[in-house]
């Protein structure tokens, strides 16, 4: 099967009728865009996973799906690339080791994070891959004091103050753009960076530190605790709804965009005690949250209230995003509460 570009020679591929890998594919943002794509007429989508992290149970819900394919394999591995990406119009490349990974495993987080991005643009450019789709983070803004207001494309990494796993993922996003930005200048690759901020929703994991704080309210709202905020609760985080970034990632290879990185954030940020408060409600529970210190893990903090802002993805791709947190948050509480959400 030939990758098919539009005619008038844009870096826009269409949906319906071609085959997409997404790299790392067994995972929360993976299951979503895979759906979005099959939806959107897809002749194949092909999960391409090692399963470090990503579980069978992430992709339950497609597994009989006549047009997916689960491939197990690993991105360490370039025959294994070379082979899944061969006649795909598009590739997602997802697989990453997040903060608390990262934490855990310095190395093993660089490797997957930078030669395995430069691995899997290898693997595009020997099959003439049409166009990538690069999971980035607002992790390139970097944590800590220095991160606040308005965070825009444009704004500098702050490296200060921030536990050094969380900067150590950040810059290996970085890293994974500029190799993105290389393989355009170098041999053409069509490309959009999108960087994802906190992503929640149906398939919920906890291996994202900010979302900790939403499946962590859920998990003990359930067992009746009273729950917990870190700190005075007045700290901003700014989520996305995992089916509105499937979206983004599909608007990313059907628009003529190329050779850029947009963010792709919700609606609007919150602070952790309106987070916290909002799951708390939504998950049944009337219980006053305690205050408490640090408990330990790698949480990531800013320095003031900031917004990251989404407008440059409406005008590189057409794309803003739709779902609020009440929505959200609903939605994740009743695939939780479903039989899918128990096993995970
Ligand atoms: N979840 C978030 O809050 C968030 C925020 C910003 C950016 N991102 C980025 O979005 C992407 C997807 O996030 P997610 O939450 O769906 O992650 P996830 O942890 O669910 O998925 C990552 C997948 O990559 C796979 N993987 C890891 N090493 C691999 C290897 N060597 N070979 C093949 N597969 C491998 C894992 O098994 C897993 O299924 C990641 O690149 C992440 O950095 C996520």
């Given at each position: 099967m030939s990758a098919s570009v539009s005619s008038s020679g844009s870096a826009a591929v269409s949906i319906s009728g071609n085959r997409f890998v997404i790299v790392g594919g067994a995972s929360l943002?993976?299951?979503?865009?895979?759906?979005?794509?099959?939806?959107?007429?897809?002749?194949?989508?092909v999960l391409f996973d090692n399963f470090a992290f990503g579980s069978e149970a992430a992709i339950a819900h497609l597994k009989?799906?006549?047009?997916?394919?689960?491939?197990?394999?690993?991105?360490?591995?370039?025959?294994d690339l070379l082979r899944v990406t061969e006649?795909?119009?598009?590739?997602?490349?997802?697989?990453?080791?997040?903060?608390l990974s990262m934490d855990r495993d310095p190395w093993g987080g660089l490797d997957v994070n930078i030669r395995g991005v430069q691995n899997a643009l290898e693997a595009c450019r020997a099959n003439k891959v049409a166009k990538v789709?690069?999971?980035?983070?607002?992790?390139?803004?970097g944590y800590g004091p220095g991160v606040s207001g308005e965070l825009v494309e444009s704004t500098p990494f702050h490296s200060v103050g921030a536990p050094p796993a969380a900067i150590l993922y950040g810059a290996s996003k970085i890293i994974g753009e500029q190799l993105c930005r290389d393989a355009y200048r170098k041999w053409g690759q069509d490309y959009v960076v999108l960087r994802y901020s906190t992503v929640y929703g149906e398939r919920q994991h906890y291996r994202a530190a900010n979302a900790l704080y939403i499946i962590e309210t859920i998990d003990r709202?359930?067992?009746?605790?009273?729950?917990?905020?870190?700190?005075?609760?007045?700290?901003?985080?700014h989520f996305v709804y995992v089916?509105?970034?499937?979206?983004?990632?599909r608007m990313a290879f059907e628009s003529a965009a190329t050779d850029v990185a947009v963010n792709t954030s919700g609606p609007a940020p919150v602070t952790t005690l309106q987070l916290v408060e909002l799951v708390t409600e939504l998950a049944g529970g009337g219980a006053k949250p305690e205050f408490v210190g640090s408990d330990g893990k790698v949480r990531l903090t800013s320095g003031g209230a900031f917004r990251i802002a989404h407008e440059a993805a409406k005008d590189a791709i057409g794309w803003a995003p739709e779902v609020d947190m009440r929505e959200g948050l609903r939605r994740l509480i009743e695939w939780r509460d479903g039989n899918e959400g128990k096993g995970a």
């Amino acid at each position: 099967m030939s990758a098919s570009v539009s005619s008038s020679g844009s870096a826009a591929v269409s949906i319906s009728g071609n085959r997409f890998v997404i790299v790392g594919g067994a995972s929360l943002v993976g299951s979503a865009t895979a759906a979005e794509l099959l939806d959107h007429g897809a002749s194949e989508v092909v999960l391409f996973d090692n399963f470090a992290f990503g579980s069978e149970a992430a992709i339950a819900h497609l597994k009989d799906h006549p047009r997916l394919k689960l491939v197990r394999g690993d991105v360490m591995r370039m025959a294994d690339l070379l082979r899944v990406t061969e006649g795909a119009a598009g590739v997602l490349q997802l697989a990453a080791y997040m903060t608390l990974s990262m934490d855990r495993d310095p190395w093993g987080g660089l490797d997957v994070n930078i030669r395995g991005v430069q691995n899997a643009l290898e693997a595009c450019r020997a099959n003439k891959v049409a166009k990538v789709v690069f999971a980035s983070s607002n992790a390139t803004y970097g944590y800590g004091p220095g991160v606040s207001g308005e965070l825009v494309e444009s704004t500098p990494f702050h490296s200060v103050g921030a536990p050094p796993a969380a900067i150590l993922y950040g810059a290996s996003k970085i890293i994974g753009e500029q190799l993105c930005r290389d393989a355009y200048r170098k041999w053409g690759q069509d490309y959009v960076v999108l960087r994802y901020s906190t992503v929640y929703g149906e398939r919920q994991h906890y291996r994202a530190a900010n979302a900790l704080y939403i499946i962590e309210t859920i998990d003990r709202v359930k067992r009746g605790e009273a729950p917990q905020v870190f700190g005075d609760g007045s700290e901003t985080k700014h989520f996305v709804y995992v089916g509105d970034l499937a979206r983004a990632n599909r608007m990313a290879f059907e628009s003529a965009a190329t050779d850029v990185a947009v963010n792709t954030s919700g609606p609007a940020p919150v602070t952790t005690l309106q987070l916290v408060e909002l799951v708390t409600e939504l998950a049944g529970g009337g219980a006053k949250p305690e205050f408490v210190g640090s408990d330990g893990k790698v949480r990531l903090t800013s320095g003031g209230a900031f917004r990251i802002a989404h407008e440059a993805a409406k005008d590189a791709i057409g794309w803003a995003p739709e779902v609020d947190m009440r929505e959200g948050l609903r939605r994740l509480i009743e695939w939780r509460d479903g039989n899918e959400g128990k096993g995970a």
